[in-house]
């Protein structure tokens, strides 16, 4: 894409384009500050600034508004300088803006990197002898050409239902995406894409799209003048949202991350999931593709000890299965979700030898262990709550409104954080663990720390978020081949803020296969497959009584990174059997999934029909899922047209059931595949299957 940017004649930073990358000698306009449109619309309102304060009349959203200690609330940010510095990971320029009477000054970010991406954030530096107030800070604010046809695409949802996506058009206004909970949110992702109605389909058209790398409350502003400009503004969420600066002092704000493509919402998908994988991920350019998990939790729930969980690591070893996962349950006096959480010790009636006699015995298996944990939580049934009350948030003197029977812990005190990283450390420090699946099941309630002074209290909502990092950093620096997933009773926190330190992510309790089609199609507009843990659990299942067979609820975990978790014990030969098939056949084409380019060619909600293809990075193998939901009137199968592969390159086929694949050849062209297409054959309710193209002359 192109992106550029100009010092207009009243010294403001304006956007001049953002969109299609330009080629060749620019006949761009320079930077011009609009005329006001009437004495109702003044000149900043009209001028497409890239970071406006809120002064000079500014009637739209700004991206920062400060309180000056005698009360002023006026800020005029002008052009001061700029400088550019070149790395490895990508160029990055820094502007520097400055308010035209006080010595608060702006910097201003702007990293591009390779895979088509933008980052842009701010520092807002106070140079004054005084304290300012921040009362709100954005990452950027990002502008759009004038249109009537805007629609923006946006991620909702709530427990067990994550990741639906809808499209609405613009209209004037303010559209608001936002987290007040504390925490990321299920209810609504830091993502959003926007589109020109009639114009943006999946495959082709406009997409302006980004992302916020923050897991605390985040907002993201959606503006449409009244003159149709479109204006986007993250970063912070401006609610309750108050940041003294003392003189010298600074604030960082999270890291928008933002991108354009004209071919479609797949590729805006795909731009995003490769510069996850490029550089955001741990390990990246190159994250270890993940593991195949075994988990009880849905098996077991609390019931978790020594000869079950044995048991269960027998037979998921035998199947294949690569890692396996002791979920919530292990420790403290944790029989119920009423007692235990801080108490990090292992519960020696479910675990009388420890946690040693388990973990060996996985190793000999083939296998390596994990286990979960919720660091910053506390049952006020707790050794910890009992030692330590004034650890929980509160108000204090008002009643602590309790969620699943805990309470959050106060991260934005230095002791909790000191806590956290030692019971952390010394847990996978005594114990052979190489991964924790840490969750956190609530969003905050009472945000009080009356432990600093009044002005400070509402820190708590940054600096939280920057010990949770920092504990997460350091825990990976200690143990630098501890690998972590991101849960959040679900997918309550996922963003690019807590990726940058977890290898994977838990999309979604909901774990009905139907349902997790459209989960995992909305989780892709976002996020890689390569991060989306996807498990195949028992039937009838736990949410809605759905009985969906064994190889269907294998398919779709299959389409991310795949992990069991039935109670594996009961499956018969004939489910055993095939479990292990699937397994094997999974690892055959399980970096193209986790890792290659994904192209959504029939999309879950549009019909009882979807189908996913996944194309390796150097496009020696693809592999194309097929889903039949339920079929209608004995309806055949829609042709599949394929995408993304070498027109003249000729693949071999192999199905993994070829009665479902018929009068397929045993090898094809890549433009037979994407022209023609091919046919499956699928029928009844809940079918699905698999089929792997490797390219002929691949070395
Ligand atoms: C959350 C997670 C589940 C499980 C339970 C344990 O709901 O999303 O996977 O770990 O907590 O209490």
Same mark, same amino acid.
């Given at each position: 894409?192109?992106?550029?940017?100009?010092?207009?004649?009243?010294?403001?930073?304006?956007?001049?384009?953002?969109?299609?990358?330009?080629?060749?000698?620019?006949?761009?306009?320079?930077?011009?500050? #609009?005329?006001?449109?009437?004495?109702?619309?003044?000149?900043?309102?009209?001028?497409?600034?890239? #970071?406006?304060?809120?002064?000079?009349?500014?009637?739209?959203?700004?991206?920062?508004?400060?309180?000056?200690?005698?009360?002023?609330?006026?800020?005029?940010?002008?052009?001061?300088?700029?400088?550019?510095?070149?790395?490895?990971?990508?160029?990055?320029?820094?502007?520097?803006?400055?308010?035209?009477?006080?010595?608060?000054?702006?910097?201003?970010?702007?990293?591009?990197?390779?895979?088509?991406?933008?980052?842009?954030?701010?520092?807002?530096?106070?140079?004054?002898?005084?304290?300012?107030?921040?009362?709100?800070?954005?990452?950027?604010?990002?502008?759009?050409?004038?249109?009537?046809?805007?629609?923006?695409?946006?991620?909702?949802?709530?427990?067990?239902?994550?990741?639906?996506?809808?499209?609405?058009?613009?209209?004037?206004?303010?559209?608001?995406?936002?987290?007040?909970?504390?925490?990321?949110?299920?209810?609504?992702?830091?993502?959003?894409?926007?589109?020109?109605?009639?114009?943006?389909?999946?495959?082709?058209?406009?997409?302006?799209?980004?992302?916020?790398?923050?897991?605390?409350?985040?907002?993201?502003?959606?503006?449409?003048? #009244?003159?149709?400009?479109?204006?986007?503004?993250?970063?912070?969420?401006?609610?309750?949202?108050? #940041?003294?600066?003392?003189?010298?002092?600074?604030?960082?704000?999270?890291?928008?991350?933002?991108?354009?493509?004209?071919?479609?919402?797949?590729?805006?998908?795909?731009?995003?999931?490769?510069?996850?994988?490029?550089?955001?991920?741990?390990?990246?350019?190159?994250?270890?593709?993940?593991?195949?998990?075994?988990?009880?939790?849905?098996?077991?729930?609390?019931?978790?000890?020594?000869?079950?969980?044995?048991?269960?690591?027998?037979?998921?070893?035998?199947?294949?299965?690569?890692?396996?996962?002791?979920?919530?349950?292990?420790?403290?006096?944790?029989?119920?979700?009423?007692?235990?959480?801080?108490?990090?010790?292992?519960?020696?009636?479910?675990?009388?030898?420890?946690?040693?006699?388990?973990?060996?015995?996985?190793?000999?298996?083939?296998?390596?262990?994990?286990?979960?944990?919720?660091?910053?939580?506390?049952?006020?049934?707790?050794?910890?709550?009992?030692?330590?009350?004034?650890?929980?948030?509160?108000?204090?003197?008002?009643?602590?409104?309790?969620?699943?029977?805990?309470?959050?812990?106060?991260?934005?005190?230095?002791?909790?954080?000191?806590?956290?990283?030692?019971?952390?450390?010394?847990?996978?420090?005594?114990?052979?663990?190489?991964?924790?699946?840490?969750?956190?099941?609530?969003?905050?309630?009472?945000?009080?720390?009356?432990?600093?002074?009044?002005?400070?209290?509402?820190?708590?909502?940054?600096?939280?978020?920057?010990?949770?990092?920092?504990?997460?950093?350091?825990?990976?620096?200690?143990?630098?081949?501890?690998?972590?997933?991101?849960?959040?009773?679900?997918?309550?926190?996922?963003?690019?803020?807590?990726?940058?330190?977890?290898?994977?992510?838990?999309?979604?309790?909901?774990?009905?296969?139907?349902?997790?089609?459209?989960?995992?199609?909305?989780?892709?507009?976002?996020?890689?497959?390569?991060?989306?843990?996807?498990?195949?659990?028992?039937?009838?299942?736990?949410?809605?009584?759905?009985?969906?067979?064994?190889?269907?609820?294998?398919?779709?975990?299959?389409?991310?990174?795949?992990?069991?978790?039935?109670?594996?014990?009961?499956?018969?030969?004939?489910?055993?059997?095939?479990?292990?098939?699937?397994?094997?056949?999974?690892?055959?084409?399980?970096?193209?999934?986790?890792?290659?380019?994904?192209?959504?060619?029939?999309?879950?909600?549009?019909?009882?029909?979807?189908?996913?293809?996944?194309?390796?990075?150097?496009?020696?193998?693809?592999?194309?899922?097929?889903?039949?939901?339920?079929?209608?009137?004995?309806?055949?199968?829609?042709?599949?047209?394929?995408?993304?592969?070498?027109?003249?390159?000729?693949?071999?086929?192999?199905?993994?059931?070829?009665?479902?694949?018929?009068?397929?050849?045993?090898?094809?062209?890549?433009?037979?595949?994407?022209?023609?297409?091919?046919?499956?054959?699928?029928?009844?309710?809940?079918?699905?299957?698999?089929?792997?193209?490797?390219?002929?002359?691949?070395?």
């Amino acid at each position: 894409m192109t992106y550029a940017i100009g010092v207009n004649d009243q010294k403001g930073l304006q956007t001049i384009y953002w969109g299609q990358r330009l080629e060749g000698p620019s006949t761009l306009v320079s930077a011009k500050a #609009y005329p006001e449109a009437a004495s109702f619309d003044p000149s900043v309102s009209a001028t497409p600034l890239e #970071y406006a304060g809120w002064g000079g009349g500014l009637p739209t959203q700004p991206a920062l508004k400060i309180s000056f200690p005698d009360g002023n609330r006026s800020l005029l940010l002008d052009y001061l300088d700029s400088k550019q510095t070149d790395g490895p990971n990508g160029d990055q320029l820094e502007i520097t803006l400055r308010d035209r009477l006080a010595e608060v000054y702006v910097h201003l970010f702007y990293k591009v990197y390779a895979t088509g991406i933008l980052a842009r954030w701010s520092q807002i530096e106070n140079r004054t002898k005084g304290v300012i107030t921040v009362e709100q800070a954005a990452s950027a604010t990002l502008n759009l050409p004038p249109s009537t046809s805007y629609e923006l695409s946006s991620l909702t949802g709530r427990w067990g239902a994550e990741w639906q996506l809808h499209t609405v058009p613009l209209v004037p206004g303010h559209s608001v995406l936002e987290s007040r909970r504390g925490s990321t949110s299920h209810q609504s992702n830091p993502w959003l894409a926007i589109g020109r109605t009639g114009e943006t389909t999946e495959t082709s058209g406009p997409v302006w799209f980004g992302e916020l790398g923050w897991s605390g409350s985040w907002q993201i502003d959606v503006e449409q003048t #009244y003159s149709h400009r479109v204006k986007i503004t993250g970063g912070y969420n401006t609610f309750d949202f108050s #940041y003294p600066l003392a003189p010298g002092q600074l604030l960082k704000t999270p890291i928008f991350y933002v991108g354009y493509t004209n071919k479609g919402h797949g590729e805006a998908s795909r731009i995003l999931h490769r510069f996850q994988q490029k550089q955001i991920l741990p390990g990246a350019p190159t994250p270890k593709p993940r593991p195949i998990i075994y988990n009880s939790w849905e098996a077991t729930e609390f019931n978790v000890n020594e000869a079950g969980q044995l048991a269960l690591a027998e037979k998921a070893a035998s199947l294949g299965v690569e890692r396996m996962v002791i979920d919530d349950g292990w420790f403290g006096q944790r029989v119920t979700d009423h007692a235990g959480l801080g108490d990090w010790y292992v519960n020696q009636t479910k675990f009388p030898h420890g946690l040693k006699p388990v973990i060996d015995r996985v190793h000999q298996l083939g296998m390596d262990f994990g286990i979960w944990v919720e660091p910053e939580m506390i049952n006020p049934d707790s050794d910890l709550y009992r030692k330590h009350p004034e650890w929980a948030m509160s108000f204090p003197g008002r009643p602590r409104t309790e969620a699943r029977n805990q309470l959050v812990l106060n991260l934005a005190r230095d002791d909790v954080k000191q806590y956290l990283l030692t019971f952390l450390d010394k847990l996978v420090s005594e114990n052979d663990i190489a991964f924790l699946k840490w969750d956190y099941n609530r969003n905050w309630s009472e945000p009080g720390w009356d432990a600093v002074p009044l002005p400070e209290q509402k820190e708590i909502y940054v600096r939280y978020i920057n010990n949770l990092y920092e504990v997460l950093a350091e825990l990976r620096k200690r143990h630098p081949k501890l690998e972590i997933e991101s849960c959040s009773g679900g997918g309550g926190r996922v963003d690019l803020g807590i990726l940058r330190y977890t290898d994977e992510v838990w999309p979604s309790d909901n774990t009905d296969a139907l349902d997790r089609l459209s989960i995992q199609d909305g989780f892709s507009q976002a996020y890689t497959p390569g991060v989306m843990v996807a498990w195949v659990t028992d039937v009838p299942n736990f949410l809605d009584r759905r009985n969906i067979p064994l190889e269907f609820r294998f398919t779709v975990a299959m389409t991310g990174a795949l992990g069991i978790g039935s109670d594996v014990t009961k499956w018969t030969p004939d489910e055993s059997a095939l479990a292990t098939r699937l397994v094997a056949f999974y690892k055959t084409v399980r970096s193209t999934v986790q890792q290659g380019a994904l192209y959504r060619l029939i999309a879950p909600e549009a019909s009882e029909q979807s189908a996913v293809e996944y194309v390796a990075e150097d496009r020696h193998q693809a592999v194309l899922f097929g889903f039949l939901h339920s079929q209608h009137y004995g309806e055949p199968f829609q042709t599949i047209r394929l995408q993304g592969l070498e027109p003249a390159a000729l693949y071999r086929v192999k199905p993994l059931d070829p009665s479902k694949a018929p009068g397929l050849p045993q090898q094809i062209t890549g433009s037979e595949l994407m022209g023609p297409g091919i046919s499956l054959h699928l029928i009844g309710d809940y079918d699905s299957t698999a089929i792997v193209f490797e390219k002929v002359d691949h070395k």
